[in-house]
């Protein structure tokens, strides 16, 4: 087991089941147990998979001064996570809508309320408590994880980010990250037409990241991994074993998967094969941070694949 610090977002996601995509307006539908509503949020969804998979979550967070706060928190210690880095501050508590389709297409509308503010800063001396041991920092991309980020860094503390969809490789508010990440998680949804493999090295070439991992969806993922002058690519596809419900939270799960088998010391390959069985694993239930799986069940789905 490993002590790993987990910091960005926690949010209450609603998932709204809907015919298709594009939306057609409807003045009212009724999609009885279509409509869901869990504790999420991208590094909520992280903490969660790799408590869940045995690891020591330390998890850094604000929450507002509501009821959905007081909801997130509770998610927080029923997850056996200690929420003492979980801070409340004045104001809301980060909120999201998820529209799903029949394929487990998702659309995803965040609502940062403050969050996103420049203003808002996680407390230092809280955030060196929070280090404290930490083999690993799985930090977020939102505004208030810059300093943490930092901070990070200057400890000398391993990172892993995910930048989600990124189209510019220069882009600005990104390229702090970016910089930042010793392995780096994207989507294929900024590539734009791009060669994946291509794409990947492009991204090692203008940044410091170790590892760049790029989610592929339905076709798997893909990892390139350098150390020195050596450089390796792997191609691993993507598997379903209960089918797709809903796809949102499947970067998250691919992240976490990553990251549980490299603390235990597997290869780049292996890793994404076992991420990308946990990923696969997670999107056959509705809701970002459900449907994921322990550590001894992932072991037997990985094994199930060779």
């Known amino acids: 087991m490993a002590r790993v610090l987990v910091a960005g977002m926690i949010n209450v996601e609603t998932n709204l089941r809907i015919d298709g995509f594009p939306l057609g307006y409807h003045p009212v539908t009724y999609p009885f147990h ?15 998979a790799l408590a869940g998979l045995g690891h020591d979550v330390r998890f850094v967070s604000l929450v507002g001064d509501d009821a959905l706060g007081e ?11 200690d929420d003492r880095f979980v801070l409340t501050v004045p104001g809301a508590t980060c909120q999201s809508v998820i529209l ?4 487990g297409r998702r659309q995803v509308h965040t609502d940062l309320k403050d969050l996103q503010e420049p203003t808002t800063v996680y407390p230092a001396d809280t955030l060196a408590g929070a280090m404290d041991g930490c083999d690993v920092a799985v930090v977020g991309n939102m505004n208030m994880c810059r300093d943490i980020l930092r901070r990070v860094r200057g400890e000398g503390i391993p990172t892993a980010i ?32 791009r060669d994946p493999r291509d794409y990947l090295r492009a991204i090692q070439e203008l940044y410091p990241a170790a590892t760049v991992i790029l989610g592929r969806g339905a076709d798997g993922a893909t990892v390139r991994h350098r150390d020195g002058d050596d450089v390796e690519i ?23 998967g990553y990251v549980h088998a490299v603390l235990g010391g597997a290869s780049p390959r292996d890793a994404l094969v076992v991420a990308t069985t946990f990923a696969g694993w997670k999107v056959g239930a509705s809701g970002a941070s459900t449907g994921l799986t322990g550590a001894a069940h992932l072991a037997e789905l990985v094994a199930a694949r060779s």
């Open 162 to 193: 995910d930048v989600h969809v990124l189209h510019d490789l220069h882009d600005a508010y990104d390229r702090e990250f970016l910089a930042g990440a010793d392995t780096l998680v994207v989507s294929d949804e900024g590539l734009d037409g």
């Open 71 to 81: 909801l997130a928190r509770r998610d927080v210690r029923e997850t056996g996570v």
């Open 34 to 48: 279509g409509v869901t509503t869990n504790v999420s949020g991208a590094a909520w969804n992280v903490g969660k």
């Open 100 to 103: 799903v389709d029949p394929d």
């Open 234 to 256: 792997h191609d691993v596809a993507a598997v379903a074993p209960r089918g797709v419900v809903n796809t949102v939270g499947a970067g998250d799960a691919l992240l976490s």
